[in-house]
């Protein structure tokens, strides 16, 4: 029996598995499963990605907006030009 001993020292055991640390949802007694991590992570992230492409909807209409009245501004100037010209002329023949 005492050979045995010397072959296998009494040591304590390592830890085979790691402890992960466990998360709570607000205001529940017990933790979440690994499932339910999962599953609320997953939600998380499909939340996240709606509100990325709502901001990104919301931008791609404001520049939209933007171009239009960029569009408009050049539109009333090459009317006022075109006044202008038409005017110069009329002064050029009268005179």
């Not at 045995?4 to 992960?20: D, H, I, N, R, Y």
């Amino acid at each position: 029996m005492l050979a045995s001993w010397k072959e296998f020292p009494a040591t304590l055991l390592v830890l085979l598995v790691e402890e992960t640390p466990l998360i709570y949802r607000k205001g529940k007694r017990r933790a979440m499963t690994g499932l339910e991590v999962a599953e609320e992570r997953e939600r998380d992230a499909s939340q996240q990605r709606r509100r990325d492409e709502r901001e990104a909807a919301a931008l791609a209409t404001a520049d939209i907006a933007i171009e239009a009245q960029e569009e408009e501004r050049r539109e009333e100037a090459e009317i006022l030009a075109a006044k202008w010209v038409a005017d110069t002329q009329l002064q050029v023949q009268l005179s």
